[in-house]
């Protein structure tokens, strides 16, 4: 696979960009990045005090939210690569993806302020569907497991 200098999301044709989480047109959400690295992908983000759950915490919804759209990069990106699309030389890709099963298992607490490492493994291609393990983690622990299954949108309009 191809090593990636532009996050996958970056990619995205901009009528497809505006998701909370990681959408490069949202200037609310999270702008979460994606990058293809070798035959995984990756993504960090650092958490503040508006995601607690309990002191020190963050709370479950973001840890899932973060591998949803963590998850649908990286099955965009295990999409081109099938294709032989050259994620290199290109502005926009035509592979955008959406969720349809997510499942997420907690592992230890994710802890606030430190940076939280999202990494990405392609499972499988199925024509359209598309599975991803994926791991978050902080400072080297796991703080959380996920799978999930994406769909390959059949347009971009």
Same mark, same amino acid.
């Given at each position: 696979?191809?090593?990636?200098?532009?996050? &996958?999301?970056? =990619?995205?044709?901009? /009528?497809?960009?505006?998701?909370?989480?990681?959408?490069?047109?949202?200037?609310? !959400?999270?702008?979460?990045?994606?990058?293809?690295?070798?035959? /995984? #992908?990756?993504?960090?983000?650092?958490?503040?005090?508006?995601? #607690?759950?309990?002191?020190?915490?963050?709370?479950? !919804?973001?840890?899932?939210?973060?591998?949803? %759209?963590?998850?649908?990069?990286?099955?965009?990106?295990?999409? %081109?690569?099938? /294709?032989? $699309?050259? =994620?290199?030389?290109?502005?926009? $890709?035509?592979?955008? %993806?959406? #969720?349809?099963?997510?499942?997420?298992?907690?592992?230890?607490?994710?802890?606030?302020?430190?940076?939280? /490492?999202?990494? !990405?493994?392609?499972?499988?291609?199925?024509?359209?569907?598309?599975?991803?393990?994926? #791991? =978050?983690?902080?400072?080297? $622990? &796991?703080?959380?497991?996920?799978?999930?299954?994406? $769909?390959?949108?059949?347009?971009?309009?």
């Amino acid at each position: 696979m191809q090593n990636k200098s532009k996050a &996958i999301q970056d =990619l995205y044709p901009d /009528e497809l960009a505006h998701c909370y989480g990681c959408g490069k047109n949202n200037p609310f !959400g999270y702008q979460l990045k994606t990058y293809l690295v070798g035959d /995984e #992908t990756i993504a960090h983000f650092t958490p503040d005090e508006k995601f #607690t759950a309990l002191p020190g915490s963050v709370y479950g !919804g973001l840890v899932a939210s973060l591998l949803d %759209c963590h998850g649908t990069g990286s099955a965009a990106a295990f999409a %081109c690569v099938a /294709e032989n $699309i050259d =994620l290199e030389n290109t502005e926009t $890709i035509p592979v955008r %993806c959406v #969720t349809a099963s997510l499942k997420v298992d907690f592992k230890a607490p994710t802890p606030m302020g430190t940076e939280l /490492e999202l990494i !990405g493994k392609l499972r499988s291609i199925e024509g359209r569907k598309i599975w991803v393990d994926m #791991t =978050l983690s902080a400072k080297g $622990i &796991i703080c959380a497991t996920g799978e999930i299954l994406a $769909i390959k949108l059949k347009s971009n309009v």
